[in-house]
C-alpha cells in the first residue's frame, strides 16, 4: 500500500532536511495529516489527486508524493473518509497521525528523502480535467452545476466536453445539470423544458 500526499514542491525542493518551511507544508490543527490510500491500480493517482482538488473548489495541476507504507510503520493512522464529491474515492481517505513535533520531523524526512529521490509525481491540469470528465461521465461524482458552489467546475468541463463531446446528464443518477437537460418544445416555441416539464408547466408527449 502506498499513501498519496499533496505537497507544495518548492517548499522541499533544494531545501535542508527539517528546514522549517518544508515542514510548514505538513499543516495540521488536529494532530492529523491528510492522506490517501493507493493500492498501485493503474489512474488511481490521479482520481485521488482529483478527489483532493474537488475539496479545495479548483482544478489545477499538483505535485505529490507516493509513501510506501513500509515507511510509515512507526506511525498510526486516524481513519476518516473524505467529504469530496468523487463519491467512489471518498473511504480512500485516511490520515498518519503527527502527536509530536517529533513524529511531524520524521514524516516530513521521509517526504524530503523520497523528493530527493525524485519519486515526486506531477499531475497536470489537463489530466486533472480529463479525470474530471470521465468520472462524471461514469457517474462517480456526486454534484448540481446548479448549485453556486459547484458552479466553477462547469468551465474545466466544457472545455474537455469539446474535445471529447458533450456528456448526457440525463442519463446520470449523481450528477446534475438543469443547461444540458434542455431541449426543444413546440409547446413553448422553442425555448425549451427542464426534465421533461415545459416551462408553460405543460409535460413532454413521447
Known amino acids: 500500500m502506498l499513501y498519496l500526499r499533496k505537497i507544495d514542491e518548492d517548499q522541499w525542493k533544494d531545501k535542508i532536511l527539517h528546514d522549517a518551511v518544508s515542514i510548514s507544508d505538513l499543516k495540521t490543527s488536529d494532530n492529523d495529516i491528510s492522506v490517501w490510500k493507493d493500492d498501485g ?105 446548479n448549485d453556486k458552489r459547484f458552479r466553477q467546475f462547469r468551465k474545466p468541463l466544457a472545455e474537455i466536453e469539446k474535445e471529447k463531446g458533450k456528456i448526457d446528464f440525463s442519463r446520470l443518477h449523481n450528477a446534475k445539470d438543469v443547461e444540458n437537460n434542455r431541449v426543444s418544445c413546440h409547446t413553448c416555441k422553442g425555448k425549451g423544458f ?6 408553460n408547466q405543460q409535460f413532454l408527449k413521447n
Open 41 to 145: 491500480t493503474p489512474g488511481l493517482v490521479n482520481k485521488l489527486a482529483l478527489a483532493y482538488s474537488l475539496t479545495t473548489g479548483r482544478i489545477t495541476d499538483l505535485w505529490c508524493v507516493d509513501i510506501p507504507d513500509n515507511l510509515l510503520a512507526g506511525f498510526s493512522f486516524n481513519p476518516a473518509p473524505s467529504s469530496t464529491i468523487f463519491s467512489s474515492m471518498q473511504s480512500l481517505h485516511t490520515n498518519i497521525v503527527v502527536p509530536t513535533l517529533y513524529e511531524m520531523g520524521e514524516l516530513a524526512e521521509i517526504i524530503y528523502n523520497l523528493i530527493k529521490e525524485e519519486k515526486q509525481i506531477y499531475i497536470s491540469e489537463q489530466e486533472l480535467k480529463e479525470c474530471f470528465y470521465n468520472a462524471i461521465k461514469a457517474d462517480e461524482i456526486s454534484i448540481d452545476f
Open 194 to 199: 427542464i426534465k421533461n416539464v415545459c416551462i
